[in-house]
């Protein structure tokens, strides 16, 4: 008697191919979600409830747009100049990321091969075990978190329409060729630099290019900078929150794949924001009597922050140093140094006199 079988748990079906894994893509989109949450709507409850409340709308918005912006300007032509061909050792071939033939195919970046000198192939062309329409799905994320982060150097100070106008700019001409460098391929990624889930590509990249807008843009108005409370300390917590949360999908997703090295990177990436934050609430007590739950929140994304190039790479001891230094390093750069600096005050007011106030 022949056993009936749902199309679903067939083994070969035109929706299943022998490619698939289903784990791996059920993983892979499930960390992209993340990763989503914690842009839409964590970035945006974040931003919107830190500064002042006549900035609220505005900042909340400059995520919002952000994200959709990201991810029309990716599927029509960032993907495939961050993943695609070669057209240059940096960039990509422009091309749409949203034919039916493109998408429904088994995920490959096409210049991840890596040969020796002679010619010979020393690792193959990556090839993960899910459809083109997850990888494209997952790297939009990262690309719309970027410019997301950016925008938090200029919160309370940039207008809406340039803003408007800035984000696809720089995604194609500045996101994509990082991103083609480190991970689709490019020249970086030929010479062996290790970047495992966007230290370089999102976080290194977003700073210099957000302290760079902040320093042309110019400082906040003179009241704002006298004093820059946050409107809402608990949806600023709640937005935290969902940061957090969400990156476990940011390091977990960035094997490609539900491994060992997905599992490693998830529990290293808490252990680390946790450990920042406590360091940096510390300090907190021990120098200025009380802690200060603004600097918590600046310790927990610092060592998010700080864990993300190596998240799958280290070991879990090594992401309570690095939590240490994240918590440190940056609490001494923000609390003591800034104060003495007259270019840094210049460039960015918001965390500092968010912190000072919040006291």
């Given amino acids: 008697m022949s056993t009936f079988v749902a199309a679903a748990y067939q083994e070969i079906t035109p929706a299943v191919p022998e490619w698939l894994n289903k784990g791996d893509n059920a993983w892979q989109m499930t960390a992209a979600t993340l990763v989503g949450i914690q842009s839409m709507p964590g970035l945006v409850i974040l931003y919107g409830s830190i500064v002042k409340k006549k900035w609220a709308v505005n900042s909340a918005f400059m995520a919002l747009y952000a994200f959709a912006a990201a991810l029309i300007c990716w599927v029509v032509v960032g993907y495939r100049m ?83 106008a800035f984000v696809p700019l720089w995604l194609i001409f500045s996101y994509t060729v990082g991103a083609f460098s480190l991970w689709g391929g490019g020249f970086l990624y030929q010479w062996g630099v290790i970047d495992y889930s966007g230290g370089y590509v999102i976080h290194l990249s977003s700073g210099i290019a957000g302290f760079t807008a902040a320093y042309w843009v110019g400082p906040r108005l003179k009241t704002d900078r006298e004093r820059f409370s946050p409107n809402n300390v608990l949806l600023m917590l709640a937005g935290a929150g969902l940061l957090w949360m969400g990156w476990s999908g940011f390091n977990g997703g960035a094997p490609y794949a539900a491994n060992i090295a997905a599992s490693v990177a998830v529990l290293n990436t808490n252990i680390c924001a946790a450990t920042s934050l406590l360091v940096w609430t510390s300090l907190d007590v021990v120098f200025f009597g009380r802690p200060s739950v603004i600097g918590a929140v600046q310790g927990m994304m610092t060592g998010l922050v700080c864990i993300t190039p190596g998240a799958g790479v280290v070991q879990s001891w090594a992401a309570i140093v690095m939590g240490i230094m994240s918590g440190s390093v940056p ?20 965390a500092f006199n968010s912190l000072k106030k919040s006291r």
């Fill in 82 to 164: 961050a993943f695609g061909d070669e057209l240059l050792p940096f960039w990509g071939k422009g091309a749409p990321a949203l034919s039916q033939k493109f998408l429904i195919n088994q995920a490959v970046v096409p210049e991840s091969t890596h040969y020796y000198k002679n010619g010979t192939e020393e690792t193959p062309m990556n090839k993960p075990l899910y459809p083109m329409t997850s990888l494209v799905y997952f790297q939009f994320q990262f690309a719309a978190i970027t410019l997301i982060l950016l925008a938090g150097s200029v919160l309370g100070r940039m207008n809406i329409k340039a803003w408007m």
């Fill in 331 to 350: 609490w001494f750069t923000m609390m003591i140094l800034h104060k003495k600096s007259s270019f840094l005050q210049k460039v960015s007011q918001l």
